[in-house]
């Protein structure tokens, strides 16, 4: 009777670790596809709050371009002293950010009308190590 048993022990050795084996590296794979998932969702969120920065930036530079062109009462804040371009050092949430705007005016005639064209364009761009993201707006007047 014993050897019987003693047999059938031995045609089984060795098959736990060749499932153990499998386990382990069925288990490894799913968590390097869970970091990689992790990682991706991370860049993406990321390039939006950076995305988000930069496009503040820009409209900032196209409002001081306007109140630069078009100046109505009171004072221009600090932002817009010097409306072509502006890096955004101590401000909370636009930290690394910046942007250049420029203005570009032509004169246009419609028949007997004669009509100022206006073209705003600010670019905003911030950046957090390797990353460098960059938001274009632009507003075109007649008047």
């Not at 630069?68 to 050092?89: D, E, K, M, Q, W």
């Not at 203005?103 to 390797?130: E, P």
């Amino acid at each position: 009777m014993y050897p019987k048993i003693s047999s059938s022990r031995q045609r089984q050795q060795g098959s736990m670790l060749v499932i153990a084996l499998f386990v382990i590296v069925v288990m490894a794979y799913l968590g390097l596809t869970v970091t990689k998932l992790l990682s991706a969702s991370n860049d993406k969120v990321i390039h939006q709050v950076l995305g988000l920065r930069a496009m503040n930036a820009a409209r900032i530079g196209i409002e001081c371009q306007i109140a630069t062109t078009f100046p109505i009462a009171g004072a221009l804040n600090s932002y817009c002293s010097n409306a072509a371009n502006y890096v955004f050092n101590n401000v909370a949430g636009l930290e690394n950010c910046q942007y250049s705007a420029e203005v570009n005016n032509k004169t246009v005639t419609d028949g007997s009308k004669t009509l100022s064209y206006w073209q705003f364009l600010s670019t905003g761009q911030c950046a957090v190590g390797d990353i460098v993201v960059s938001r274009t707006v632009y507003i075109d007047a007649i008047m």
